[in-house]
């Protein structure tokens, strides 16, 4: 069992900038992807980034060059810097873990909003 806690979202003026993190209850040497998602209300939640067991990562388009996505291993932990934030990017953000036996969990969401 994984136990993920988000943290660092709140308000913000366009603009700006949030760091989110995502804590693990467990090492997280083992999973292997893990990822942030949001979702906006009336929307579907959407990929924001991933990042692999081995650092590789990947962004939606919509925050590329904006958002970076790390994680420390030894800290499990996941981290989300979010910068040059806009009024679309407000949403629930979710961390999500997938484990190398292929088990996923999520986190319980935090809310970011960017005001204009």
């Known amino acids: 069992q994984v136990q993920l806690v988000e943290s660092g979202g709140g308000l913000v003026q366009a603009g700006g900038s949030l760091r989110l993190a995502c804590a693990s209850s467990?090492?997280?040497?083992?999973?292997?992807?893990m990822r942030w998602y949001r979702q906006a209300p009336g929307k579907q939640r959407e990929l924001v980034a991933g990042?692999?067991?081995?650092?590789?990562?990947n962004y939606a388009d919509s925050v590329k060059g904006r958002f970076t996505i790390s994680r420390d291993n030894a800290k499990n932990t996941m981290w989300l810097q979010m910068n040059s934030l806009k009024p679309e990017d407000t949403a629930v953000y979710y961390c999500?873990?997938?484990?190398?036996?292929?088990?996923?969990?999520w986190g319980q969401g935090t809310q970011v909003t960017v005001s204009s």
């Open positions: 999500y873990a997938l484990t190398v036996a292929a088990v996923s969990y």
């Open positions: 990042i692999t067991k081995d650092g590789t990562t």
């Open positions: 467990r090492t997280i040497f083992s999973i292997y992807s």
